[in-house]
């Protein structure tokens, strides 16, 4: 069994609401002015990234729905719910 963390959550399943999207970011400017970025590093599933003119780049598709970006989120500048019934994430081994 391999030991690779990109090899085993790709083998989760993830179902995309794409009308009610379970994060969102409240302010765009506030993230790239007033913040060290932490979801970029701290997120399991690399869902947050930085692009080159500074601003946070978000991909809900493939989200674990951990919580850890509201949680180190220094500006509580996160929407974040679990999402709707049939949608997200399904771990392929529990």
């Known amino acids: 069994m391999s030991n690779n963390v990109e090899e085993k959550l790709f083998q989760n399943r993830y179902l995309l609401d794409k009308e009610n999207t ?4 409240k302010n765009l400017d506030l993230c790239r002015t ?9 997120c399991p599933a690399a869902c947050y990234e930085k692009t080159e003119d ?9 989200c674990l729905e951990c919580g850890t970006c509201r ?3 220094p500006n509580n500048n996160l ?6 019934g049939g949608f997200g994430i399904s771990f392929k081994f529990g």
């Open 54 to 62: 500074g601003n946070i780049e978000l991909m809900t598709d493939g």
């Open 71 to 73: 949680i180190i989120c």
């Open 22 to 25: 379970h994060i969102r970011i």
């Open 79 to 84: 929407e974040w719910s679990y999402p709707r």
């Open 34 to 42: 007033s913040c060290s970025q932490p979801c970029t590093f701290s």
